[in-house]
């Protein structure tokens, strides 16, 4: 999916634009656990979150993420902005809630990273 | 043109706006000054057209072919008002400058006045200010990449010409405790070094996600603060973080996945989870945690690049 089919998908409204619309989007993951998505996001892929604070970039920033999805049209401070700025983010903001946002977004085609155990070592 | 180049230009005319591409010091004629006047004004200022007020209204425009169609009908001394185009097509200060290619292009407009949302006049868009100004952001974006390029051949063979056994590259990082809003500006100086040094993208991942946990555990868990080094060597990276905070009671306890002393403020921005240290170890090739209370701690993280991949600048020569 690319990032503009993604975002047509949401009804999303991009915040911070630095990532071509024609960018193709791997797979999606959620997640309000900043550990979470440090364990298991993956490179390329687009989180979305309920959470809005600047830490959010600096997580998916390690995570290799650069796509985030703001759910129920949370609108992140002025420093979450800026700092995606600077680190080549795009953010986007969608009415949906979190489930409709994934639903909405693994109907349309977009995958998951599959079955996960914490236990084995595999990145 | 690659296709780089013309996305970078598309881009900036959808997110540039008419007021950062435009004059600001237009030259103006007034409706009751003489087209002669207007000509002389136009001669000097060496401009082909200008936009005439009357009083700080927008009254119309003049350009050179009014002025020889003047010429012709021997009409100098009469007033710019009678021969001005009255039907101005202006834009808008805040308009994208996708807006108004189109007026200067496909419809041939050479000219656009900028106006405010009140109608004062502000400014004057031309094909010449608005290259010039799209040419300067192509040129700025262009020595930034350029800059980056360089930043990392440097980096990269930094090792080369140093003669030794053995060399390592060591870089520490101070961390503040309890300062949130910069968490995880070490981790961020620590993952563009390591990209610029050309470490394999996975391993400068696997070290980006572990250095990160770590400079978080520095944050909200001592009240001192603390230092990260990372020592780089051809085959390997160790990541250590100190710090002389209070120490941890049960190191078997808070090694196990969600033990967690966080306050709820922290937990509450989606850390805390108790996760930190399970997930240093899954991303390292070795973790060590060495504690006691009163005593500060000290976390070691290994990553070895492995046999296959090439270390620092990727031509370091291995020993037999």
Redesign the interface.
Same mark, same amino acid.
């Given at each position: 999916m690319t990032l503009s089919e993604l975002i047509d998908v949401l009804s999303g409204k991009v915040l911070v *634009?630095n990532i /071509?619309g024609d960018e193709e989007i791997p797979r999606g993951g959620a @997640?309000? +656990?900043?550990?979470?998505v +440090? @364990?298991f996001g993956t *490179?390329g892929m687009v989180l979305m &979150?309920g959470?809005t604070?600047?830490?959010?970039v600096? &997580?998916a *920033?390690? @995570? /290799?993420i650069n796509v985030i999805v703001f759910v129920r049209d949370k609108t992140p401070p002025q420093?979450t902005l800026e700092m995606a700025g600077d680190?080549g983010m795009t953010l986007i903001s969608t009415g949906y809630t979190m489930y409709e946002a994934c639903g909405r977004l693994y109907a349309a085609g977009l995958p998951g990273r599959g079955p996960v155990k914490?236990e084995n070592?595999s990145? | 043109m690659t296709t780089q180049e013309i996305t970078k230009v598309q881009e900036l005319i959808y997110t540039t706006r008419v007021e950062q591409v435009m004059a600001s010091n237009v030259v103006v004629l007034q409706a009751s000054m003489s087209v002669a006047d207007a000509k002389a004004l136009m001669q000097t200022k060496r401009i082909s057209g200008a936009p005439v007020l009357d009083g700080s209204r927008l009254a119309g425009i003049v350009t050179m072919t009014d002025v020889i169609r003047a010429m012709e009908m021997g009409k100098l001394d009469a007033p710019v008002s009678e021969l001005m185009t009255t039907s101005v097509r202006t834009a808008f200060k805040d308009a994208s400058v996708v807006e108004v290619v189109n007026s200067l292009g496909r419809e041939g407009f050479a000219r656009l006045p900028v106006v405010d949302r009140e109608g004062n006049l502000v400014g004057i868009l031309t094909t010449g200010t608005l290259i010039r100004s799209l040419l300067h952001e192509m040129d700025i974006s262009f020595q930034k990449k350029e800059t980056e390029k360089i930043q990392t051949y440097r980096a990269s063979h930094i090792f080369q010409d140093i003669l030794s056994d053995d060399t390592s590259l060591v870089l520490r990082y101070i961390v503040d405790d309890k300062d949130f809003a910069n968490a995880g500006k070490a981790s961020s100086m620590i993952k563009r070094s390591l990209q610029r040094l050309q470490i394999p993208a996975p391993i400068v991942r696997r070290v980006s996600v572990a250095v990160y946990e770590a400079e978080m555990n520095l944050v909200i868990h001592t009240d001192v603060g603390g230092e990260i080094m990372v020592d780089i060597r051809r085959d390997r990276l160790a990541v250590s973080a100190v710090d002389h905070g209070p120490g941890i009671e049960n190191l078997e306890q808070v090694l196990q996945p969600g033990y967690s002393t966080a306050p709820e403020w922290i937990r509450d921005m989606g850390f805390g989870a108790g996760m930190g240290l399970a997930n240093i170890k899954r991303c390292s090739d070795m973790m060590k945690l060495l504690s006691e209370p009163g005593g500060g701690t000290r976390l070691d993280i290994l990553f070895l690049f492995g046999d296959n991949v090439p270390g620092v600048g990727g031509k370091g020569e291995k020993k037999s």
């Open positions: *634009e /071509g @997640a309000d +656990l900043m550990s979470d +440090l @364990a *490179e &979150t959470l604070n600047p830490q959010v600096r &997580t *920033e390690m @995570a /290799g420093e680190a914490i070592d990145w | -």
